[in-house]
Structure formats: structure tokens, C-alpha cells
């Protein structure tokens, strides 16, 4: 069971812009959709789209995501310290009825 | 609110048994899949299993498949993941996660299996 492809970090300077990717298949990304979820030191994760685009009720809208083809994006606009965690994506696998999480992206604040 | 209570964890040795349980509270339990998801020591997050909203259908993940078996007590509202033939690779935070979107999160059960 495969998983989706994220880059393992992402290091961008406060109050800029950090864009994330996940890379699936026709059978997970490109079919279901993803979601994105922000996983700071110690606590569990917490969801901040799915669907591929939908922003859950009180997440900020400094986050956005997107999805074309076999890829989705997460988009961070203004990076505070605080925006500094793992990010990873999910979906489910229509064809093997898992789900599949991505590799993980930690994101560093400059 | 959406809450959900993990218990269960313990330390084993390998090929021993354990019992996971997730108490749920703050919605209609069977409106949602519940799945279990687990985290090793300082790595990523991996999918463990899902029971389907009405409770028919059961999925694992190849590592997991033929050794856990996912279930609920809908009079409990409860969720349960039974672990048979523990290996120290099962090590790891389990986490219930509610719906395929992953949308609410418990705050884990620790389970470690050691010698």
C-alpha cells in the first residue's frame, strides 16, 4: 500500500508564503480527493481542509488548498512561528479500499 | 462537542494481545466510519483500519491484516481494536479518528511492545 509523495521539509521566512504537494494516484488523489492535516510537536493532528479545497469551520484562511490531477497543494500565506509542524495528506484508495497518508512535510519558519 | 478517548495502551511483550478501546461521545456514533491510525516513535502517521458508519464493512492495512480486528459496541458508543501476535514494529501512538476526512482526533493510546 503505497503511499502519497510529500517533500520532507520546507523552510520559508516569517510572514511569507509556503506552498506544500502531495502526490498520489488516479486511484487515491485523483479520485477521492485529499485532505491536509497540521501535526504540532506533542499533540494529535488537526484537520485543515479535505475534499482537496474545503476549509473546516474555524481554521484560519491563511490556509488554502487545491488540487489538479494526481496532486494536491497546501498553500500557507503569512507564516507565523506557530505554523511551524508536520504537515501530511490523506486520502482513500477507491481501488484497495485503504487509506493512505502521505510522507509528511515539516514546515520551518525562518 | 466531538470527543474521543483512546484506552487500552500498555506494554506487552512480542506475540502477546491487547485491546484498544475509544470511547466516543458528542454526535450520532453511527453516522460516521471510525478509523484507527497510529504513529511510531518520532515517524509518520500510518492507517491502521476502518469500520464502515453502519458497521458492515471492515478494511486493514496489509501490516495489520489477519492480526487485528476492528469492532464497536454501538451501546456503548464505543470502538475497539483488538491486537493479536503483537510485533515490536506495532510499537506507536493509535489514534480514533473519526470519518474518512480524518476530521476529529483522539489524543492517542500508547502501546509498546518490547522484550
Known amino acids: 500500500q503505497a503511499g502519497l509523495t510529500q517533500p520532507p521539509s520546507v523552510s520559508v521566512g516569517l510572514g511569507q508564503t509556503a506552498t506544500l504537494t502531495c502526490t498520489g494516484s488516479s486511484r487515491n488523489v485523483g479520485d477521492q480527493g485529499a485532505s491536509w492535516l497540521q501535526q504540532r510537536p506533542g499533540h494529535p493532528p488537526k484537520l485543515l481542509s479535505f475534499?482537496?479545497?474545503t476549509r473546516p469551520s474555524g481554521i484560519s484562511e491563511r490556509f488554502s488548498a487545491s488540487r489538479s490531477g494526481n496532486t494536491v497543494s497546501l498553500t500557507i500565506t503569512g507564516l507565523q512561528p506557530e505554523d511551524e509542524a508536520d504537515y501530511y495528506c490523506s486520502a482513500w484508495d477507491s481501488s484497495l479500499s485503504v487509506s493512505v497518508f502521505g510522507t509528511g512535510t515539516k514546515v520551518i519558519v525562518l | 462537542q466531538v470527543k474521543l478517548v483512546e484506552s487500552g495502551g500498555g506494554l506487552v511483550q512480542p506475540g502477546a494481545s491487547l485491546r484498544l478501546a475509544c470511547a466516543a461521545s458528542g454526535y450520532t456514533f453511527t453516522s460516521f466510519p471510525l478509523h484507527w491510525v497510529r504513529q511510531a516513535p518520532g515517524k509518520g502517521l500510518e492507517w491502521v483500519a476502518v469500520?464502515?458508519?453502519?458497521?458492515?464493512?471492515?478494511f486493514y492495512a496489509d501490516s495489520v491484516q489477519g492480526r487485528f480486528t476492528i469492532s464497536r459496541d454501538t451501546s456503548k458508543n464505543t470502538l475497539y481494536l483488538q491486537m493479536n501476535s503483537l510485533r515490536p514494529e506495532d510499537t506507536g501512538l493509535y489514534y480514533c479518528v473519526r470519518d474518512t476526512d480524518f476530521d476529529h482526533w483522539g489524543q492517542g493510546t500508547l502501546v509498546t511492545v518490547s522484550s
Open positions: 475534499r482537496s479545497t
Open positions: 469500520l464502515s458508519y453502519d458497521g458492515r464493512n471492515k
